[in-house]
């Protein structure tokens, strides 16, 4: 399967504890994404990086939240301190920067996500 | 500030009948608009995406959704649905044309068929 790829699928935790999510992009895509999804609602944006830098960063990344990704390849998303308001399923999607600013209008591919339950 | 609205939060139709979902989106620049589908316990697949041209846009497993600027709408249709069409479906708005532009999506429409 070369499509987007996020693990663990699922992660439980207690509230005051770290967790940490990785993705895999599809391996050409240069562009890579986080977002949340909470029951009966869509997708919103968390954060977004071009290679390695991160570019965007939305108001619903909070202090306790940071994504990394350090070789322009997978990332990590690292919630500390969890608290019962962050379970939701968190998307990661990744796409390929076009060649010029007429082309560059390619499609983000999501991942199945990891689904966070804080207790 | 652009916000997509989907109308309706669950729409239950009987197998092989027509179904439309409806999506409303305010925008005060260019508007790309996008279907998304999303089946149980997987990530998100692009239907169908208006970026410009042709009001009328066809996507992936018989769905279409036309574009329609005066009444800032992007409904999708089926003429046809079938079981396995049962999903949620996302209306999404991008911000700007490049892909790295931030999508927002609506709250979602769950589409249940009926044998």
């Known amino acids: 399967d070369t499509g987007v790829s996020q693990d663990p699928r699922h992660k439980i935790t207690k509230r005051g504890q770290n967790v940490t999510f990785r993705c895999d992009p599809i391996?050409?895509?240069?562009?890579l994404y986080w977002y949340r999804q909470t029951l009966g609602q869509g997708p919103e944006f968390l954060t977004y990086f071009q290679n390695e830098a991160q570019l965007e960063k939305s108001r619903l990344l909070s202090d306790r939240f940071s994504a990394e990704r350090p070789k322009g390849s997978f990332s990590t998303l690292e919630i500390q301190r969890t608290e019962q308001g962050d379970s939701a399923m968190y998307l990661c999607?990744?796409?390929?920067?076009?060649?010029?600013?007429?082309?560059?209008?390619?499609?983000?591919?999501f991942g199945p996500g990891t689904r966070l339950t804080v207790l | 500030a652009q916000s997509v609205t989907q109308l309706d939060s669950q729409v239950p139709v009987f197998e092989e009948a027509p179904v439309e979902l409806r999506c409303n989106y305010s925008s005060s620049v260019s508007v790309y608009l996008f279907w998304y589908v999303q089946y149980p316990n997987q990530g998100l697949q692009l239907l169908l995406k208006?970026?410009?041209?042709?009001?009328l846009v066809k996507g992936i497993n018989g769905f279409e959704a036309e574009f329609n600027k005066s009444q800032t709408s992007f409904h999708l249709r089926k003429p046809s649905v079938h079981i396995s069409d049962t999903a949620e479906y996302f209306c999404a708005v991008r911000t700007g044309y490049s892909s790295a532009s931030k999508i927002i999506f609506g709250s979602g429409t769950r589409l249940s068929i009926r044998p």
């Open positions: 999607a990744s796409s390929l920067k076009g060649t010029s600013s007429k082309l560059d209008h390619n499609e983000q591919f």
């Open positions: 208006y970026l410009s041209g042709s009001t």
């Open positions: 391996s050409e895509h240069n562009r």
